[in-house]
Nanobody, 123 residues
Framework: VQLQASGGGLVQAGGSLRLSCAAS????????MGWFRQAPGKEREFVAT????????YYAAFVKGRFTCSRDNAKNTVSLQMNTLKPEDTAVYYC?????????????????WGQGTQVTVSS
């Protein structure tokens, strides 16, 4: 599956952005989907994941309550609504697809990656 992330940009602290990820192929609903991010000089880290049916989500502690992950299997898209953004949320955000059982927060186990979209939060 090929993934294309979009929606990044520059926003002031406290603002919002909505990231989207479009997937190619007919098997989108067979993958758990996730979002990761990588800040300059840091390792890529888990942000959020959503189950194949979209009924279960799980978030990193640092975004819980501020970010919401959703998916539309009919449109082959997954989204990340980010509210109350902080300067420390500045990073390149990646969407990813997971083919294994349930889902995972371990970056090494994800199968497909989008190209990333830059999110910059100014103070």
């Amino acid at each position: 599956v090929q993934l294309q992330a979009s929606g990044g940009g520059l926003v002031q602290a406290g603002g919002s952005l909505r990231l989207s990820c479009a997937a190619s192929g007919r098997t989108f609903s067979s993958y758990a989907m996730g979002w990761f991010r990588q800040a300059p000089g840091k390792e890529r880290e888990f942000v959020a994941t959503i189950s194949r049916g979209g009924d279960i989500t799980y978030y990193a502690a640092f975004v819980k309550g501020r970010f919401t992950c959703s998916r539309d299997n009919a449109k082959n898209t997954v989204s990340l609504q980010m509210n109350t953004l902080k300067p420390e949320d500045t990073a390149v955000y990646y969407c990813a697809a997971f083919s294994g059982r349930y889902t995972s927060t371990d970056i090494r186990t994800w199968d497909y990656w989008g190209q990333g979209t830059q999110v910059t939060v100014s103070s």
